[in-house]
């Protein structure tokens, strides 16, 4: 697998936490990658290392085949942090300038680009307002545009979509898939399980600044599935006890069933035509990330992460 | 290197180009000027007038209480304490019965309380026309009195420092007056800058751009950048106010008369001496020779290269603590004013030390805090004033500047490691003892 950035065995330990305790895994060139987890699971403590801003306790990252050097790969890398930031009072336009000059483009190179992408998300007029002036979504999209501007091969979104109304949303959405689709890797980390559904090929599950889970979306949700089916009816009906399953919940037309060990699908099926019922509509029912996530976290208290003692 | 460039860039033009620069440059110097002029004014113009009765049984000083412009002595008769007012006077005197060589209690009452210095003035005046009345009973005419006392005029001290063969003309006066100012400023700028210094730190931190500049800038950059960003403003501004300064004096002095300004030129060429004694120079063009002529005696570039230096070093000094503090605040200002406070009190306690050198530059505690980084910068520049090396040996200036240097590095070295785990760290009170956890724990 051509893996644009890997993690191994990584490790932060702060006095009071292990913040994140021997993780690995691999990213793919030109994945949409979602980092997940309940707050505190250690995903920021874990995107300030990707991005150089700490630096781990143990373990290795390789970006783009070679160990992660902070100071040269700067340029490979545009993240978007959870809070975002810009100078109130500066001038936008001098801004942009200010930060992708920083990441190391030069003037020229910097005013070009600045121009192509607030051409494109139509901010031509703002270049000489000040970040004070804009709305919280204008800001969220300025800062978008700053996150990739130097067009870096490893983009970082933390909760890119908090705060943006659904047309804005699309218009960032369609710049990720896009950003792509050129070649560009992004780690996507939110709580949103909805959107990661909807976005992400990969994903890995954090908590308590451990990895739970890792692996594409549908093999995911296949390998969460509680062998749960939604029948719809043309009328609503009754429906007894009986061995091969156990009903869940009916409500009017729609049924939800749990098919007990030993029997298949089918087996529902000629149940239900034994029984005389008409059936308009048969699915299987995969769980939601969301499911997947509240069975993974639930029960070891990562609502309130506990302070420990760490021996280092 | 290129990114901290960018860095004090942004941080320097953001400020010079901002409005409040330019007021506070161009309006400052201007409102030192009103200041000085406003409060001379004041001392002139708002001295009240005593119109004193004095009752003297005896009619023993009389003859010899003077007036003066600000008080006046008048002998009534019929007056007393219940009716002093309604005859147009301020204040009663009521004399005791006088008797040689014998202490004896002077009254005085007013409608309106009187100020400490008039007081003593009134005091002086008894006791001289008490001295003078005894002096002429023992047999002293007036007139000789009088000559007497304008004889105590004739003495005019100068001052001269021996440097090898030569000596030169020395002002303690001036020493005092340029000590006290830089030491002022010195102060005044710490504050200020540092303060800035800390408020940018803080306005990144709560912005929260922080983080999207440290994933491009190692923190350390970030630091140095706004430190050196910011002190070059402070430089800017203060070759603005010189510049100010010297144009605003030598158009004062292009609105003098022509026949002055001649005068004081001549005086120049002759060193103060009117050529020939062909022309009688006037008042007001001696008071502006002897001016210039006392400005001259300070060893200027000395002194301005050292307020640069001591400016500099000591603004490096105090800046990084200003940075340190400024990155564990949260959003609660409140915390930066508890946590800056072990930085501003050695600030005041310079300042206090510094009003005590400029009286004297040469005391155990002078030495000691003009070497001591924390107080240097102000202390020094109050005894660098006096002259080197007569009041200030070259080793002394030369330690001084070196534990200032290496002061700097120091309290840089400890805030960028301060710095760079606060600056990321939110809703964590910060107190000293985790401050000092981070600068000096191994990681």
Known sequence: ???????????????????????????????????????????????????????????????????????????????????????????????????????????????????????????????????????????????????????????ILDEPFSGLDPLNANLIKEEIYNLAKKGATIIFSTHRMEQVEEICDHIVLMNLGKKILDGSVTDIKQQFKENSFVIQTDQSVGIKENAIFNTMSHIENKIIVKINPGYQSNDVLKYLLQENINIVSYNELLPSLNDIFIHLVENTHATARAFQNVQN | MNK?????????????????????????????????????????????????????????????????????????????????TQKGFTDILILPSFEKNKKADYILRSKKSMGLMLQE???????????????????????????????????????????????????????????????????????????????????????????????????????????????????????????????????????????????????????????????QASESAVKIYNIQHTINTANWPLIIGCFIFYFIGGYLFYAALFAAVGSTVNEDPQDAQSLMFPITMPLIFSYIITNMVTQNPNTPIAFWASIIPFSSPMVMMARVAYGVPSAVSYWELALSMITLIAGFIFTTWLSGRIYRTGILLYGKKVTWKIMFKWAFKNS
């Open chain 2, 4 to 84: 901290i460039w960018l860095i004090i860039q942004r941080e320097y033009s953001s400020r010079v180009k901002n409005k409040r620069f330019l007021i506070l440059t161009f309006l400052m110097p201007l409102l030192i000027v009103g200041l000085i002029a406003a409060s001379a004014y004041l001392s002139i113009s708002g001295v009240e007038h005593r119109n004193i009765a004095v009752v003297d049984p005896n009619g023993f000083i009389k003859n010899s209480l003077k007036n003066t412009n600000q008080i006046s002595f008048s002998f009534p008769n019929n007056i007393d304490t219940n009716n002093y």
């Open chain 1, 1 to 155: 697998m051509d893996a644009l950035l890997s993690l191994s065995n990584l490790k932060k330990y702060y006095a009071t936490q292990k913040a994140v305790d021997d993780i690995s895994f691999d990213i793919k060139r030109g994945s949409i990658f979602g980092l997940l987890g309940p707050n505190g699971a250690g995903k920021t403590t874990l995107l300030r290392m990707i991005t150089g801003i700490f630096y781990p306790d143990g373990g290795s990252i390789i970006l783009d085949g070679q160990p992660f050097n902070p100071i040269e790969d700067i340029q490979k890398i545009g993240y978007m942090p959870e809070e975002r930031g810009l100078y109130k009072k500066m001038k936008i336009g001098e801004q942009a300038l200010y930060l992708a000059q920083l990441k190391g483009l030069s003037k020229a190179e910097a005013t070009e680009k600045i121009k192509y992408w607030f051409k494109k998300f139509e901010m031509e007029t703002w270049w000489n307002k000040k970040v004070e002036d804009l709305s919280k979504g204008m800001s969220q999209k300025l800062q978008f545009v700053i996150t990739v501007l130097h067009e870096p091969k490893l983009i």
């Open chain 2, 121 to 279: 003035s009134i005091s002086n005046k008894i006791n001289s026309a008490i001295e003078d009345q005894m002096l002429q009973d023992a047999g002293i005419k007036q007139s000789i009195l009088d000559s007497i006392h304008s004889a105590s005029q004739f003495a005019e001290l100068k001052a001269y420092e021996d440097k090898g063969k030569s000596s030169k003309e020395s002002n303690a006066g001036l020493a005092m007056g340029i000590g006290y100012a830089s030491g002022l400023l010195i102060y005044m700028t710490m504050f200020i800058y540092g303060a800035m210094v800390m408020r940018g730190v803080m306005e990144e931190k709560t912005n929260r751009i922080a983080e999207v500049i440290i994933s491009s800038v190692k923190p350390f950059e970030l630091m140095m950048g706004k430190i050196i960003g910011i002190g070059a403003v402070g430089l800017t501004q203060f070759l603005l106010w010189i510049v100010l300064i010297i144009s605003l004096t030598s158009v004062a002095m292009g609105f003098l008369p022509s026949d002055i300004q001649h005068q004081v030129s001549s005086l120049q060429q002759s060193n103060g001496q009117m050529a020939g004694g062909m022309m």
